[in-house]
């Protein structure tokens, strides 16, 4: 176990935590500034850091705000008068574990940092966890047999060129296996277009994907690219294709079939050579029995079919998913990262998350937003 060290410039104070803290049988070591703290971190670093806010030689917020830089995991307890709490705040603010008011009850102190040094060890092993769990598909992460099927056929599908049709659940994750496809595949080094049938409307799908000549319609004042021509020799991600209307389907089938498409208003023919990977989270096989998807259109885009599971099929994959995006939810808001206690991650585990891993993240922004606590 590493130690705990000691920062005050007041030797009654250290004196009264090395002997609590001999008693408890916690290794300890203690310094009078905080620049000897800094050298001494060069060097190594301890299980907790306890320091005083005003110290003649050194002030405690800024010893804080170095520890936070080079070591931004560590939990960092500053101890201050009653009287100025006020820098207690900006120091809780800044990333201190917790702050303990002097005069204090030594017991409680102790309580305190054993908490530090689990949160420590919380820490050190969730980082473990995250740097053994993150794979070199773009963020995709998961122990779950479920998810292993899907990094096993991403890797088979390495150096092919197949159309992939990935179903699954609003939220599972599907552009980002769209995107790990693309990465990993021959045309790694072309362009990877996406285009949401979903969020266009439907006058505009047809210009969107195939693009128009100038004058083709009313506002149509220059020539424009569609997706396919965006994304010749690269990938092009149909996203939600099951809500693609049905008279677009006939024209999506043609440049499917034979690589040919037309702009809107135009008389040539353009060719692109686009590899189409596709995603729905309808069944797309019932919308061909209700009549509202073509069948010939899905044999085309199901050549491999790959399905995301549901975040409730891989809920052993709940708390190292939580840490990544506490932790990313954190680095885009630029505040201090907030820990998930054990009682919490043990709770969100058995939650059903119908919004699946979209979900997931958008209750770690809110509690990174919203608690107060740097320990949930």
Same mark, same amino acid.
């Given at each position: ?6 920062v005050?410039?007041d ?20 310094f %009078?500034?905080?620049?000897d ?5 060069e ?8 320091s005083?806010?005003?110290?003649p030689?050194g ?6 705000q170095?520890?936070?830089?080079s ?15 006020d ?16 005069? $204090? ?5 102790? !309580? ?7 949160q420590s060890?919380?820490?050190q092993?969730?980082n473990?966890e ?11 992460? #998961?122990?779950?047999p479920?998810?292993q ?10 150096q092919?060129? %197949? ?9 599972? #994750? ?13 045309r790694a ?5 996406a ?5 266009v409307?439907k006058?505009?799908?047809?210009? !969107? ?9 009313p ?8 997706? $396919?021509?965006?994304?010749?020799g #690269?990938?092009?991600?149909?996203? !939600? ?15 499917l079939?034979?690589g040919?498409?037309?702009r809107? #208003? ?10 189409i990977?596709a *995603? ?11 009549g ?13 079919r790959l399905?995301?599971?549901a ?5 052993? =994959?709940?708390?190292?998913l ?5 932790? *990313? ?6 505040v201090?990262?907030k820990?998930? *206690?054990? =009682? ?30 740097n320990?949930?």
């Amino acid at each position: 176990m590493k130690p705990v060290w000691i920062v005050d410039d007041d030797q009654s104070i250290r004196w009264v935590l090395e002997k609590a803290l001999t008693r408890e049988n916690i290794p300890h070591k203690s310094f %009078s500034n905080p620049n000897d703290v800094l050298d001494a971190l060069e060097k190594e670093a301890p299980q907790v850091l306890i320091s005083d806010i005003r110290m003649p030689r050194g002030n405690g917020l800024d010893l804080l705000q170095n520890v936070k830089e080079s070591h931004p995991m560590l939990p960092v307890i500053i101890m201050t008068a009653y009287s100025d709490l006020d820098s207690a705040v900006s120091s809780f603010q800044g990333g201190a574990f917790e702050y303990l008011t002097k005069p $204090f009850d030594i017991d409680k102190a102790v !309580e305190l940092i054993r908490r530090a040094m689990e949160q420590s060890e919380r820490n050190q092993s969730g980082n473990k966890e995250m740097n053994g769990w993150r794979q070199d598909s773009t963020e995709i992460i #998961g122990q779950a047999p479920a998810m292993q099927e899907v990094f096993r056929a991403i890797g088979r599908l390495a150096q092919s060129h %197949s159309t992939v049709l990935i179903t699954g659940e609003s939220g599972t #994750g599907k552009e980002l296996v769209a995107q790990a496809l693309h990465k990993h595949s021959p045309r790694a080094k072309g362009p990877l277009i996406a285009f949401s049938t979903a969020a266009v409307p439907k006058d505009l799908l047809e210009s !969107e994907l195939f693009g128009h000549e100038r004058g083709a319609f009313p506002g149509a004042l220059t020539l424009r690219r569609g997706r $396919f021509e965006q994304a010749d020799g #690269g990938t092009l991600f149909l996203d !939600e294709i099951g809500d693609i209307p049905f008279d677009l389907q006939t024209r999506l089938l043609r440049a499917l079939t034979d690589g040919h498409f037309y702009r809107v #208003g135009g008389q040539d023919p353009i060719k692109a050579n686009v590899r189409i990977i596709a *995603s729905t989270h309808q069944n797309l096989e019932a919308r061909v029995a209700a009549g509202a998807f073509r069948e010939d259109l899905l044999h085309r885009l199901n050549v491999i079919r790959l399905r995301m599971p549901a975040l409730r099929e891989r809920a052993e =994959d709940i708390p190292v998913l939580a840490r990544h995006f506490m932790l *990313s939810c954190a680095k885009s808001l630029g505040v201090e990262v907030k820990k998930l *206690s054990d =009682d919490v991650l043990k709770e969100i585990s058995v939650m059903p998350f119908p919004g699946n891993v979209r979900q997931l993240e958008n209750l770690c922004h809110w509690l990174t937003v919203m608690t107060p606590s740097n320990v949930i």
